[in-house]
């Protein structure tokens, strides 16, 4: 166990009494969450959150073999959700969809470690039923039986819901009888009506996102939670959002975890009427995003990077500033080297390793609901990783 930082010591004055309520154990107010995502003093901010970590996690970092699959990019809201750069028309140059037998085969492609997840999401096709998804998952399941499937964002089962006619709570009933086992938490982009109004005008709102998570919670069905931050939001409107989470977690428990996602401007509207093209999330902005939501969440376990949007040297990073939680080997990731990622495409089994032990933690392989699959590593038969954070790795 860490021992806790000194208040005093902290150069930004505003920390010392959000700081007395940590190490007190009291829940932390709005106001004290705008302060930590105002304060420059990161090295404090990381301190107290590192503690905060250490005493929900020690110093395990977790993570698994997965890998990810997206059977379509069309989607509806292609011209209205202005951040994204995954998006097609069905008509559209680079618009794909996969047949069932495709994504068998793409699934069947497991890089080193076997996997034990896929993380299963796409665009809101206009005719891709429920029908396709639910046979997908249970021929997955036959074909891979001890699999973990993570899928669907709220988004895209709401979508389901109107299109098939029915509620929310029928397509999610449905689809856990077909082999779903979790929802990631993609798609709550900033729940805030203002900025919804400005990069994503037509999707659900903040409010129906949190409605798909809790009839999920209800269902049995645990959820991931997320936000994109780095673009037209303030502080207020990511403490409002993370609040959101905070309340409906108080409420079911249904969260496994949080991840805080960059926003990437290449090769969408967003960046370029912001002039930001070429320019993703600073080093600062992506500490403070880890680190309050370590301090602001008491009660969601862990706090995952995502090491494609960035970067595996910034994850690492992270893992001294309150985050517990690295994905996975990922094997092909697609929406952000859409919008101008240049990290790998996958990361080794034995990369992840040995990006966690020389951050100073102990490395445990976890299954989706976070319990240790393998923490002893001495023996593992993988080569060792050359080159493999190097963010000119971009396999096309
Ligand atoms: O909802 C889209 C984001 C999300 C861009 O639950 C973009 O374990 C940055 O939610 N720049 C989908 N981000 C990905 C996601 C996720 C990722 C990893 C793990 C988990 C999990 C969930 O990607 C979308 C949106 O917020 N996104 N476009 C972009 N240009």
Redesign the pocket.
Known sequence: MIAPPNPAHFRDPALRPIAEKVLGGTRLDPADGIALFETSDVLSLGALAAYANARKNGDRVFFSANQHLNPTNVCVLRNTCV????ARLPKEDGAYTRSLEEVYQEAAHAVGAPTTEF?I?GGLHPKLRLSYYAEMFRGLKERHPTIHI?AL?AVEIAHLARIEKTTVEAVLLALRDSGLDTM??????VFSTAVRATIAERKLTGQEWVDVHRTAHRLGIRT?C?M?YGHVETAADRIEHLTMLRDLQDETGGFLTY?P????PDH?ELGEEMGRVGSATTGYEDLKNVAVARLYFDNIDHI?T?WP?VTPFMSQVVLGFGCDDV?GTVVYER??HE?GAKTAMHLPYRGLVELIRAAGKRPVERDSFYRPIRDAFDDLEEPPVAGAFAPSVHAA
Do not use: D, Q, R, W
């Not at 990631?184 to 982009?189: F, K, Q, T």
């Not at 996602?261 to 990437?264: E, G």
């Open positions: 951040f994204c750069s995954f993380h999401v993570k964002t990631p938490g993609g798609g709550a982009e991931n997320t994109l991840i996602l960059a926003y990437h969408n995952k995502h949007m994905e929406v952000y919008a």
